[in-house]
């Protein structure tokens, strides 16, 4: 299971006491944190809000479901890539970060060009990444493609190539 303390400890070394119902965080004999203590799954993951850096702590109003929406107002295949981003970690809040990222590029870009670096990065894989819609963007995508109508050709035999291509003409006698 894993337990916050204040980001002040950080790489600092600390005591630990643990009883049945509380984990108990010390650095030089004074507590610095306690948590109920958890069962079950493991990797839960305690987090007291106060423990996190002010940076940190803006990323708690965020969660899965409020990025769904946002993508989804820019496009399906917004969504879609969010989703993916989103299913990728763990730790659903490890992917806040390029989530974000992803959903402000359609600021710098349009969304039009988000949506359809998005549609490209699906073309290619199943689960892309932020980075990789930023690298496409980078290229220079334009516009949404538009599925292109394959024109019919005028053979509808299986021979490709006709008699004048093998040095013969049916038309001369």
């Known amino acids: ?57 803006k990323y708690l109003e965020w969660n899965g479901e409020r990025f769904k929406q946002w993508a989804q107002r820019i496009g399906p295949n917004t969504h879609q890539v969010i989703i993916a981003i989103l299913s990728s970690s763990r730790v659903e809040q490890q992917t806040y970060k390029s989530c974000m990222g992803l959903l402000k590029l359609a600021e710098r870009h349009s969304e039009s060009r988000v949506e359809a670096a998005c549609e490209k990065a699906l073309s290619y894989t199943a689960s892309p990444s932020y980075k990789s819609i930023k690298n496409i963007l980078a290229t220079g995508i334009k516009e949404i493609s538009k599925p292109e109508t394959e024109k019919p050709t005028k053979n509808t035999y299986g021979i490709t190539r006709g008699a004048n291509y093998y040095g013969g003409n049916y038309n001369d006698k």
């Open 1 to 57: 299971m894993l337990y916050s303390c204040p980001y002040e400890y950080i790489k600092r070394k600390v005591d630990v006491r643990v009883t049945e119902r509380v984990l108990e965080i010390f650095y030089n004999h004074n507590r610095i944190a306690s948590h109920k203590r958890l069962y079950g799954r493991k990797g839960q993951y305690s987090t007291t809000l106060e423990h996190m850096p002010p940076d940190h702590q």
